[in-house]
């Protein structure tokens, strides 16, 4: 089962290695991760997705929650909460085909950031499915090129994930 | 007062109470041996940085107290890892000081560069690549801090040569704050209570202790709780002198070259305590095999320790001195009645299965630790051993009654960890006598050692038993390669001219007869002692667990 963790740290040189570091000699699979900086710029928050059962996962929480700068360690997975990742996709666009290309992205309310002579990058923002989906779509023009950025969540509602919050 | 960088580290190191560096210099580090000249703090040269290492390492687990060790950049910041590696295994709180090449210098391959906070990453409690001196004097704080709370460990700061030549205003820093490190003390109430109630149901208890049980300093806790609810004591190499060896309760050493009536116990025991363990895979053979009639009560200060190799059905995280201290007050609430049976099981086993060995005219090394024990145990001794059959043997055969007295290299299972570590033992316990019992493949990994101790008159003693073979490996070709002896024969130096080579005392014993006077009259000297045992080449560790098996399927 997949699990995606919302994990606290010192905004220090060196942290990401720490985590990252662990993370692959505990032989646990990272999906995903993305990090950068939060409102208080002395923390960051990193969001991993991690592979495995719950024994894996405790085992991933507790060894990350030993790290001397994680400062909080939360799994979202069980709990109410928006996931979205951002992709662009350089996809083949032939004059012909714009126009069939930017309605379907306009379908996915997802733009486009660069018109080349022969390409069209597409920005799209969502959930796993809509970047599956928005994949499958534009798959059949060719894409060139696709990037994402791991996926970032937060808690529905008034609860927190900060250091101060539950 | 503006100080330079190497003058803080040094000062902080008097204000937290060091009273000794084991360390060995070089360029990226001189300023702090610079500073370190004037200071109010002894240094001990070892002769290579792994020695410092182990060195610190045997001071900190003979004291109790944390070990210093200092390397410069690149090989000596290298030459320090396997010391940390050993220090992390055995949560051994030490903290390692490297000269690293100036900032500007950092990532181009200089000379004598080593990217040691990378390198020691994982085998660390926590490490600090100092890149500003305003920061330096918070930092050595911290790494003593984390290094001696919670479940201890090693802490490496790595500094660079002008941060440690920069000068800035030293000001004492504040008490340390770390938001993201809060060891935990006290066990959960409703956990102890929850523990105190299987054992009061318990007909079968075992308590299984380890290094947790030292660490904390838990052995008169341990103690009490044995004798309260009459359980016999099982302990893992680290947690030896957590119990006393000689104790009625006790059984001695579990897990893989165990007693059996240790194993016998453990695998039939309703309700398992264990204590400062980690459940490793030298203790509990095949794992889904281990204790199959016990339920198991989990006391450790490492949450992560919970669960990781076994499924507990009572946890309590904290540390081992407070929760016996309140698992004790809670059994009060509870009669009990420890039944009698289980208790003349265990005679039983006792009175069958004894520790053993066959007398048959040759030297056994099992009769050498024998005698050294009868010549020591009526006098404050520290044991360090290093890593092979004679320190198995010395589980077996020596009886530790106090805590901190057996030095040994658990986790890793480093060879050449116990001549330095014997030399960091006796330097923080000067009026005791330390022995160092060692084999003739482990000594030669750090016997260069031997000059340290004759250098600053440490009168530690080695006791080797020579077998000319690596023998635990040797074992092992017997019992499970056909008796193909792949390259475990050692020819080796004549160990009583190596000794008095670098200006220690050396003998020489083939018989049993001259054992005792031998060991006397190294007891007697005020100088380093090198004893080479020629004992029986092919003498096995036994009783043993073959690899993969259960515990109660023991050879021997």
Redesign the interface.
Known sequence: MRHTLAVL??NN??VL??VA??IR?RGFNIDSLAVGPTNDPTISRMTIVVEGDD?VL??VI??L????????VSDLTAEEHVDRELVLIKVKAEPAQRSQIIQLVDVFRAHIVDVGRETLIVEATGDEEKIRAIEEILRPFGIKEFVRTGKVAMLRGSRTTS?DGE | MELKGGEILVKCLEELGVEVVFGYPGGAILPVYDALYDADIRHILTRHEQGAAHAADGYARATGRPGVCMATSGPGATNLVTGIANAYMDSVPIIAITGQVARTMIGRDSFQEADI??IT??IT??NY?V?DVNDLARIVREAFH?ATTGRPGPVLIDLPRDVAASKTEYREPGPVK????RPPAEGNPEDVARAARLIAEAQRPVIYAGGGVVNSGAHEELRALAEKIMAPVATTLMGIGGFPGDHPLSLGMLGMHGAKYANYAVMESDLLIAVGVRFDDRVTGKLDAFAPEARVIHIDI???E???NVRVNVAIVGDVKRVLTQLLKCLDEYLVRPGTAWQEKIATWKKEYPLTYRRDGQLKPQAVIQEIYRQTKDRPTRVATDVGQHQMWTAQYYFFSRPRSFISSGGLGTMGFGLPAAIGAQVGCPDELVVSISGDGSIQMNIQELCTAVNYELPVKVAIMNNGFLGMVRQWQELFYNRRYAYTELINPDFVKLAEAYGAEGLRVTREVEVAPALEQAFRSSRPVLIDFVVAREENVLPMVPPGEPIDKMLG
Do not use: N
């Open positions: 740290v010192e040189p060196g290695a720490r570091g662990l000699r024994l405790e085992q507790k060894q929650r030993k790290l001397i700068e994680v400062i909080k250091v | 906070t990378g990453l994982p409690k926590h690549l890149q984390v770390l938001r993201g490190y490492d949450p992560a919970i669960g990781k």
